[in-house]
T-cell receptor
Framework: AQSVTQPDIHITVSEGASLELRCNYSYGATPYLFWYVQSPGQGLQLLLKYFSGDTLVQGIKGFEAEFKRSQSSFNLRKPSVHWSDAAEYFCAVGEISMEYGNKLVFGAGTILRVKS | NAGVTQTPKFRVLKTGQSMTLLCAQDMNHEYMYWYRQDPGMGLRLIHYSVGEGTTAKGEVPDGYNVSRLKKQNFLLGLESAAPSQTSVYFC?????????????FGPGTRLTVL
């Protein structure tokens, strides 16, 4: 079965510092990969997605992620973090099955704290 | 467009009570999903629907029922609430079953069962 691992439950970075959130997945075929962000009390917003082509994908709010098949990873990066980036970040893999349709398998999430 | 909306935003139930959560989307999406979010577990699929009048079980369907009488609405019911159903519930919708297709999420319903 597909699975997604986000090794870091919490990460704290200083405002203006760079950020990398880790995501590893287990999937038999070419994966469809997503990063979502959830601000406190809000729903999930898509930051970026990968399903083919260039392995470095750009998203909203200055985020990017790199797909590395050899490492089964899809890490999220941002060169300079802003205080408004404090939120919980979820990595997900899209699974297509006759049983579940278009199902997203989520990691447990990483909570980002930004200190000034 | 409002996107995906959920009603109510918060609810407190006593064990054994019933309730219905309403999800509505105005994007004419075929596919709709109910997830629950628990700390440290990400989101898990409860039920989903591939079109009006159809529903199917997800990973954690026990204790829940759903209905999709209209394309734009997807209802999640708890017939006899249990404390284990304390969670945040998210509805999502998508226009395609294709793997790269984005799911759009509602703001969530925070349910507490005492």
């Amino acid at each position: 079965a597909q699975s997604v691992t986000q090794p870091d439950i919490h990460i704290t970075v200083s405002e203006g510092a760079s950020l990398e959130l880790r995501c590893n997945y287990s999937y038999g075929a070419t994966p469809y990969l997503f990063w979502y962000v959830q601000s406190p009390g809000q729903g999930l917003q898509l930051l970026l997605k990968y399903f083919s082509g260039d392995t470095l994908v750009q998203g909203i709010k200055g985020f990017e992620a790199e797909f590395k098949r050899s490492q089964s990873s899809f890490n999220l990066r941002k060169p300079s973090v802003h205080w408004s980036d404090a939120a919980e970040y979820f990595c997900a893999v899209g699974e297509i099955s006759m049983e579940y349709g278009n199902k997203l398998v989520f990691g447990a999430g990483t909570i980002l704290r930004v200190k000034s | 467009n409002a996107g995906v909306t959920q009603t109510p935003k918060f609810r407190v139930l006593k064990t054994g009570q019933s309730m219905t959560l309403l999800c509505a989307q105005d994007m004419n999406h075929e596919y709709m999903y109910w997830y629950r979010q628990d700390p440290g577990m990400g989101l898990r699929l409860i039920h989903y629907s591939v079109g009006e009048g159809t529903t199917a079980k997800g990973e954690v369907p026990d204790g829940y029922n759903v209905s999709r009488l209209k394309k734009q609405n997807f209802l999640l019911g708890l017939e006899s609430a249990a404390p284990s159903q304390t969670s945040v519930y998210f509805c999502a919708s998508s226009y395609s079953l294709r793997g790269g297709n984005e799911q759009f999420f509602g703001p969530g319903t925070r349910l507490t069962v005492l």
